[in-house]
C-alpha cells in the first residue's frame, strides 16, 4: 500500500472482495487468460473511443494511431500494458475497478459456491472476472489511467486483498496502463515469447494493433560497437475476424473471439458467420453458448450483439438486432450502410435495422436446424438449456412458427426422449387427425393423467407441456404440418369423431327414431348429471358425459382456452385476487361405479349417500391432477367410513 499523503485508500465493495477471492481459489489453473482480458480491456478502451470521436473528433491527438502495447521487463518482473483507448479518471478509477458493475453479482457469487459443492467448476466461465484475472499472475497492480478529454492523470494501485489506493499521476497522452508486479513463479509472463505466443492464440483477431516492444541490436559502421535499441513490433494479425472470409478462420481462431466477446471459458456450442450483399451490406458472426447464463431467464438479462459500423464498435448488447427469445446470442454485426452516428431511437425505426434483424434470425433458425438434423443428441443438450426461451417466439413472433416449430421439442408418451412434431406427425396412427398434447406440472403425472386414456387406447400420442411458457407457445403455434394442435385436457375434446354440439343433435335423433331403450339411458344419465352439478355447483361449471375416460370414472376438464389447473393455481400464488376458473367434471358414462350410482340415484332423488359419493368422485378427481382438495380431512373421514363399511369393521 502507497505511504504518500496524497494517495486515498479506498475499500473494495464486498462483491469485488468475493470475485477476488473466487478467481485466487478457483481460477488458479487458467492463468493465461489474464492476459486475454487485459487486452480485451485495452480493445475496448480503444473502441469506445473511436466511438466517442464520431461526434469529438478533438479527443483525438494529432497521428493518433489506437495501438495496444507490451512491455515486459524481466528484471523488474513486470508485464505492462498499455493502451491509448478512452482512459479513466480518478473517479471512474474508484468506481470501475473498485466494484462489479455486472448486476447479480451476489447472485452469481452465491450460485459458484453451491456449484461447486456440486464439483462443478465451469459455471465461472460464464461471469468473466475482467480486471480481477490479473491477480492471477500478479500480486500487486498498478493502472496509470488519464481520461481521454482531460489533463489529470490518476494512479490505482491494490495487492488485491481488501483495499485499493488513488492517488494523482502524470501521464503524457489519454489512456491506461496495466503495470502488474508479476508473482515470482510467473515471471515468464515478462518473456517476449510467451507474450507472442498468447497474443497469436488468444487475441490474434483484435482490431488494433497489438505491440511488443523488443530489444533491437543495430549492427555498428564501420568499426562501431553494437547498439541495442527499443522498439516495438506488432504481433497480431489486427483485422477484425468477421471481415476476413470463413475459410480463413480456424476453429480455434472463432473459439478464441467467441472468448473474447463473452468470457465464456467453454468454447461456443457452434456459429454462424455470415455476409449479405447486394442493396445492404453487413456482416455477422453469431454464437450459441454451450450453456445457459445464469441469469438467462431473468428479463433484465442483456442482449448479445454487439454493433458495428464499419468495423467502428457503436454499441453492446443492441437490443433492436436480436428478439428477446433470441437473448442467448452472442456476436457481432457489422453493418456497412448505417450511419456511424447512429442513434438508438434511429435504430428503433430503421428499416436497415430490421433487415438486418430478419437476417440474425434466420441465420440463427438455419444454424439451429442444422445442428439439429446433423446431431440430434447436441441439439437436444441445447434445447434443454435454451428451449424455454426459444419458445417465446412462438408467442411473440408468431410469424416464425414455422421454423420454431421444427425446432421444438417435447416429451411424449411414446417417445424415450424429447421428440420432435415432424416425428410425432410419422407415428401418427391412420384415423388419427389432430396433434394431441397434455399440460401439468409434470410428465410423470401426466402419463397416469385419467385425461388421456382414451386417447391412449387409440393408440394416439400425447405431448407432454410441462414447462410454463407451453401454454403460451401453443397458442402461437396453433397448428404444425397443418395438424391442429388439441389440448386433451379441455372441454372439447370428443374422441368419437363429433362435437359436442354434434353429439347433443344425435341424441336428439336417437329419440326420433323412437329408440326407447336409448332415450331411457340417456334421461337417466342426464338426471344424474343434473344432480352432480346441483351438489357440485360451487365447484364445477358443467358436469358431461365423456368418451375420453376409459378406466377412471371422472375427470375435470379445463374450459377451451382456459388455464391448465397448475398454471392457475402458480398464477394465483402470485395474484391473489385472480377470479376462480370452475371446470368442468367430466363423467365416464360406461364404468360401473357410475353405473352403479346411477342406479342409486333412479331409487332416491335425493339420497344423501349419492351425493357423498358424488362429491367423493370430484375429490378423486383433483387428486389425480395433482391439485390439493377444498377439505381434506373431510375427504379422509369419509374415506374411512367407506372403508369401514366395505371391511365391516
Ligand atoms: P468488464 O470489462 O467486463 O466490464 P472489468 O472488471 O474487466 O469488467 O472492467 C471493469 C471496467 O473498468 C470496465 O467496464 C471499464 O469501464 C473499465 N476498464 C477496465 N480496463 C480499462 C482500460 N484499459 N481502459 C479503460 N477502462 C477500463
Request: glycine content about 6%; overall charge negative.
Amino acid at each position: 500500500m502507497s505511504t504518500e499523503s496524497t494517495a486515498k485508500t479506498h475499500k473494495f465493495k464486498a462483491e469485488v472482495s468475493q470475485v477476488l477471492s473466487l478467481v485466487i481459489n478457483s481460477l488458479y489453473s487458467n492463468k493465461d487468460i489474464a492476459l486475454r482480458e487485459l487486452v480485451s480491456n485495452a480493445a475496448d478502451a480503444l473502441d469506445k473511443l473511436r466511438f466517442e470521436a464520431i461526434e469529438k473528433p478533438k479527443l483525438l491527438p494529432e497521428d493518433y494511431t489506437a495501438r495496444i502495447r507490451l512491455i515486459p521487463n524481466e528484471s523488474d518482473r513486470t508485464l505492462t500494458i498499455i493502451d491509448n483507448g478512452i482512459g479513466m479518471g480518478e473517479s471512474a478509477l474508484a468506481k470501475d475497478l473498485g466494484t462489479v458493475a455486472r448486476s447479480g453479482t451476489r447472485e452469481f457469487v452465491q450460485k459458484l459456491e453451491e456449484a461447486k459443492k456440486a464439483g462443478d467448476a465451469n459455471l465461472i466461465g460464464q461471469f468473466g472476472v475482467g480486471f480481477y484475472s490479473g491477480y492471477l499472475i500478479a500480486d500487486k497492480i498498478e493502472v496509470v489511467s488519464r481520461a481521454a478529454g482531460s489533463k489529470k492523470a490518476a494512479k490505482w494501485s491494490s495487492e488485491g486483498q481488501e483495499s485499493f489506493t488513488i492517488e494523482p499521476a502524470e501521464r503524457e497522452e489519454a489512456g491506461t496502463s496495466v503495470i502488474l508486479h508479476l508473482k515470482e513463479d510467473h515471471a515468464d509472463f515478462a518473456k517476449g515469447w510467451k507474450l507472442r505466443e498468447l497474443v497469436r492464440r488468444y487475441s490474434d483477431f483484435i482490431d488494433y494493433p497489438i505491440e511488443l516492444q523488443v530489444e533491437k541490436t543495430i549492427k555498428g559502421e564501420d568499426g562501431e560497437e553494437e547498439k541495442k535499441e527499443l522498439a516495438f513490433e506488432a504481433i497480431n494479425e489486427a483485422s477484425a475476424l468477421w471481415t476476413r472470409p470463413d475459410k480463413e478462420v480456424t476453429k480455434e481462431q472463432y473459439e478464441e473471439f467467441y472468448k473474447h466477446l463473452t468470457h465464456d471459458w467453454e468454447p461456443p456450442l457452434l456459429h454462424t458467420h455470415f455476409a449479405v450483399e447486394g442493396t445492404q451490406m453487413f456482416k455477422g458472426l453469431l454464437f450459441l453458448p454451450k450453456r445457459p447464463p445464469f441469469d438467462m431467464l431473468n428479463q433484465e438479462h442483456k442482449h448479445g450483439v454487439r454493433l458495428y459500423v464499419k468495423r467502428v464498435f457503436i454499441m453492446d448488447d443492441c437490443e433492436e438486432l436480436l428478439p428477446r427469445w433470441l437473448r442467448f446470442v452472442r456476436g457481432v454485426v457489422d453493418s456497412d450502410d448505417l450511419p456511424l452516428n447512429v442513434s438508438r431511437e434511429l435504430l428503433q425505426d430503421s428499416v436497415l435495422v430490421r433487415t438486418i434483424r430478419k437476417q440474425v434470425i434466420r441465420r440463427v433458425l438455419d444454424a439451429l436446424a442444422k445442428l439439429a438434423k446433423d446431431d440430434e443428441e447436441a441439439y437436444l443438450g441445447f434445447f434443454r438449456n435454451f428451449g424455454s426461451v426459444l419458445k417465446e417466439g412462438l408467442h411473440f413472433d408468431p410469424s416464425y412458427k414455422d421454423k420454431l416449430g421444427a425446432l421444438m421439442r417435447y416429451e411424449s408418451s411414446k417417445a424415450d426422449s424429447l421428440t420432435s412434431l415432424a416425428d410425432y406427425v410419422s407415428r401418427m396412427p391412420e384415423g388419427q387427425k389432430d396433434i394431441y398434447y397434455a399440460s401439468g406440472a409434470s410428465s410423470k403425472m401426466l402419463a397416469s393423467s385419467p385425461h388421456l386414456e382414451g386417447l391412449k387406447q387409440r393408440g394416439y400420442e400425447v405431448l407432454y407441456m410441462t414447462d410454463g411458457v407451453d401454454q403460451w407457445a401453443l397458442e402461437g403455434l396453433g397448428e404444425f404440418d397443418d395438424k391442429k394442435l388439441v389440448n386433451a385436457m379441455e372441454a372439447g375434446l370428443d374422441l368419437d369423431g363429433s362435437k359436442d354440439d354434434k353429439a347433443e343433435d344425435k341424441k336428439e335423433d336417437a329419440s326420433d327414431e323412437g329408440s326407447d331403450d336409448k332415450k331411457e339411458e340417456s334421461d337417466e344419465l342426464k338426471a344424474l348429471l343434473e344432480r352432480c352439478k346441483q351438489v357440485l355447483d360451487e365447484h364445477v361449471s358443467e358436469v358431461k358425459p365423456s368418451t375420453r375416460l376409459t378406466d377412471s370414472p371422472v375427470c375435470l376438464v379445463i374450459p377451451q382456452g382456459g388455464l391448465p389447473a397448475h398454471l392457475e393455481r402458480l398464477i394465483r400464488s402470485h395474484q391473489q385476487d385472480m377470479p376462480v376458473q370452475k371446470r368442468i367434471l367430466e363423467i365416464n358414462p360406461t364404468h360401473p361405479l357410475i353405473q352403479r350410482i346411477k342406479q342409486e340415484h333412479e331409487k332416491d332423488a335425493e339420497s344423501d349417500r349419492v351425493a357423498g359419493w358424488i362429491e367423493l368422485l370430484y375429490d378423486q378427481a383433483l387428486l389425480a391432477e395433482g391439485s390439493p382438495l377444498p377439505d381434506p380431512a373431510r375427504f379422509a373421514r369419509r374415506m374411512t367410513d367407506m372403508m369401514q363399511q366395505t371391511a365391516g369393521a
